[in-house]
């Protein structure tokens, strides 16, 4: 196996593996060592069918049945269908998924450990995903600021994050009962590096805990934008039949629309599950 690099900030791709068979112990663990080191890996041009796919992406947990069953697929519910081509004869509710900086499952009581995206079809050019290294947003704070950091909590809430005019209404009511606001920590400490991260995202979190919107807002919106600085950032370009796992503990990605959005795009998306992390926000 080797491990190639793929930007300053983070990534890697994985080469000499074939992923469509059984893996030994020790192949898992390398991959999941060069994951952790790397935050992002690629595994390029290797053609999985579904079930490879999320055989693949069981080596590293269990796996989400994806609450909302409108973007899951029904034959195999572990995987979640992120597109722009119509599905069941209507505009899928997916075509604008991930299009403000976000961690998956940052609004969840277990949020996700990790993503492992496969490109089925893809744009002629664009269609690009961006990640950002969410350890160096937090190491490259003062560190007085990162000492008060780390006693904050915050408020995230998914409806905030909604575009509704994406979402039908049936779907939308559902997805307020299933994710009702949460208390998380500011900077998490990661369970398998021991190293801390900044842990919030724009849209989704609204305030600090024991905080206004109104007071919280201006070093959140610094927050925001120190976290996607050009340096902490790796662009993917992608090609058909790449798989891409993201380690949701200590990243951001976002989606821009910077393709034309009549072509088609569809990728499907296993989710790892996680560990319980914050409460429930308790609302008198
Ligand atoms: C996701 C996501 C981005 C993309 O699947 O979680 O945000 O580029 N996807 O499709
Ligand atoms: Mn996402």
Request: charged content about 25%; some cysteine.
């Amino acid at each position: 196996m080797q491990i190639r690099k793929l930007a300053y900030a983070m990534g890697a791709e994985i080469l000499g593996v074939d992923i469509t068979r059984p893996l030994d112990a020790e192949t898992i663990r390398a991959i999941r060592t060069a994951w952790m080191d790397n935050l992002v890996l690629l595994i390029r041009g290797q053609v999985l069918t579904r079930e490879q796919h999320v055989a693949f992406s069981r080596y590293f947990g269990d796996l989400e049945i994806h609450p909302n069953r409108y973007n899951r697929r029904a034959d195999y519910p572990e995987l979640y269908v992120v597109t722009n081509k119509v599905v069941d004869g209507k505009p899928s509710d997916t075509r604008n998924v991930g299009r403000s900086w976000h961690s998956d499952g940052i609004y969840r009581l277990k949020p996700y450990l990790g993503s492992l995206l496969y490109s089925h079809e893809i744009p002629p050019v664009g269609g690009n995903t961006l990640f950002t290294n969410m350890y160096m947003a937090y190491e490259t704070l003062s560190p007085k600021l990162r000492d008060i950091l780390d006693q904050l909590s915050c408020i995230n809430d998914r409806s905030a994050a909604e575009n509704h005019s994406n979402v039908s209404a049936d779907h939308l009511a559902e997805r307020f009962k299933l994710t009702p606001p949460v208390v998380n920590p500011v900077v998490r400490v990661h369970p398998e590096t021991g190293r801390k991260s900044l842990y919030v995202a724009p849209n989704v979190t609204i305030c600090f805990e024991g905080m206004t919107p109104a007071e919280s807002r201006p070093l959140l919106q610094f927050l925001f934008d120190h976290a996607v600085k050009q340096e902490f950032i790796y662009r993917h370009t992608w090609q058909v039949h790449d798989l891409l796992m993201w380690d949701n503990r200590c990243t951001m990605h976002l989606a821009p629309p910077d393709f034309d959005t009549s072509q088609p795009r569809y990728m499907e998306r296993t989710t790892v599950t996680g560990t319980p992390l914050g409460r429930l926000l308790e609302v008198s």
